[in-house]
Nanobody, 119 residues
């Protein structure tokens, strides 16, 4: 019911910046959570950041002070501004949208966008 389309990945040098976007289409719940997860080669998928429908944000310790998550409800889009990028940030980044229908939570995932940080 919800389709997520990601964009904004690419190749950047250490210390550079990128902004990821994730546009959602379809029905949207009043109570929802949108976030970003990443998976590097040979590692498990890990939490990066989330922003709730009320505007509350949460960040992984590894990205605090460097990444900023935000959302534009009019455009049904969530963003991840990534600053001071490090080689350790290299991974496939996935957008995730969680909807609460009054009884249960449902998860929807984007296709992923590659971020590579290298000199």
């Amino acid at each position: 019911q919800v389709q997520l389309v990601e964009s904004g990945g690419g190749l950047v040098q250490p210390g550079g910046s990128l902004r990821l976007s994730c546009a959602a289409s379809g029905s949207m719940s009043s109570i929802n959570l949108m976030g970003w997860y990443r998976q590097a080669i040979g590692k498990q998928r890990e939490f990066v950041a989330t922003v709730s429908s009320s505007g509350s944000t949460n960040y992984a310790d590894s990205v605090k002070g460097r990444f900023i998550i935000s959302r534009d409800n009019a455009k049904n889009t969530v963003y991840l501004q990534m600053n001071s990028l490090e080689p350790e940030d290299t991974a496939a980044y996935y957008c995730c949208h969680q909807n609460f229908n009054g009884r249960r939570w449902f998860e929807y995932w984007g296709q992923g966008t590659q971020v590579t940080v290298s000199s």
